[in-house]
């Protein structure tokens, strides 16, 4: 029996999830089909430009991605107290981005509205909208529903195109948003479709290489690197851009000499989340191997039981 979404989506656990959705029936999201010889690379400009539509909808950050051939990841941050924030024509705007607004809607924008029941209406259908803009299940169903109907179509038949549901893990602590970021970026170097970070397609990592080189503040529509968690004057993920970019090099190097420890220093953000070289390289080739629905060190998972109202959790501790 499948675990219903609420244990194991909480913001007060944390706001970091890392997510994935499968094709089923052999479908390629993407790449080349080596069955059929049949190009489907056009896709990945689908789900990349409906992730950057998306997350100007949403208030949902996307700190990491990868399109594979027949799967994609994300990581991702809910920020629910920017939802919770937003004023009623704030919520409007941002969903009629990806919506078309009902007659109602409209007349209430153009103070057209006639009677206090239609008002109230107006306002609860606002509300729901705004409850939407921070759900990780919403935003999830808006982007497969896209990607699985241009993808039907153009393959002439109908049915599934993804796994009934998507996969999620909870990212209870620095050391899992590390972990679990490092994992979708070094995707295709990992399997071998890509020598280095820099040459990984499609990926987060390279779209931030790329924004560096153009001197960019940050990639379009990926969340900043802050610095610190202490740092309050902007949201965004705790680490320097830099460490991060260091650290994916690293490891990226690792997987291609096939070693399990090399002499040298450690990236230096890896010595201050406490991480060692071996457990750090296993849990980027074996962070879905396990098949957790929680990741984090295990003074994180108390809280996470609470938060998730489960317990037990199927957790994958990082020592």
């Not at 089923?24 to 790449?31: A, E, T, Y």
């Not at 006639?114 to 107006?122: G, L, M, V, Y």
Request: with cysteine.
């Amino acid at each position: 029996m499948a675990t219903a979404r609420k244990h194991l989506i909480s913001v007060d656990a944390t706001p970091y999830y890392h997510c994935v959705s499968r094709c089923v029936r052999q479908s390629f999201l993407c790449g080349e089909d080596n069955i059929t010889n049949k190009s489907y690379e056009h896709r990945r400009d689908w789900i990349e430009h409906k992730i950057q539509s998306l997350s100007h909808t949403y208030c949902i950050n996307v700190c990491a991605y990868a399109v594979m051939s027949n799967h994609y990841h994300l990581v991702l941050h809910i920020n629910r107290d920017k939802a919770l924030k937003l004023s009623l024509a704030e919520v409007i705007e941002r969903w009629s981005y990806n919506h078309k607004l009902p007659v109602l809607v409209q007349r209430w924008l153009n103070k057209q509205l006639k009677s206090q029941a239609e008002e109230d209406k107006c306002l609860e259908i606002i509300e729901v909208w705004r409850e939407r803009l921070w759900s990780l299940s919403w935003f999830m169903k808006e982007l497969n529903y896209e990607i699985a109907c241009k993808a039907n179509e153009e393959d002439q038949c109908s049915g599934h195109f993804w796994e009934s549901r998507f996969k999620s893990q909870a990212l209870l602590d620095e050391k899992a948003l590390a972990a679990a970021m490092a994992y979708v970026d070094l995707n295709p170097v990992r399997v071998g479709i890509a020598p280095s970070p820099e040459q990984s397609d499609f990926t987060s990592i390279k779209a931030r290489l790329k924004a560096l080189n153009e001197h960019l503040e940050t990639a379009p529509c990926l969340h900043p690197f802050i610095g610190n968690s202490t740092n309050q004057l902007i949201d965004g993920i705790p680490f320097r851009l830099m460490d991060y970019i260091e650290l994916v090099d690293w490891t990226a190097r690792q997987f291609r000499e096939g070693k399990a420890s090399i002499a040298g220093h450690l990236p230096p953000i890896l010595e201050r989340l406490n991480f060692n070289q071996n457990s750090w390289l296993e849990v980027c080739t074996s962070l879905e191997k396990k098949r957790s629905t929680a990741i984090g060190s295990p003074s994180s998972l108390a809280q996470a039981k609470i938060a998730l109202d489960k317990s037990r959790v199927h957790y994958y501790p990082l020592e």
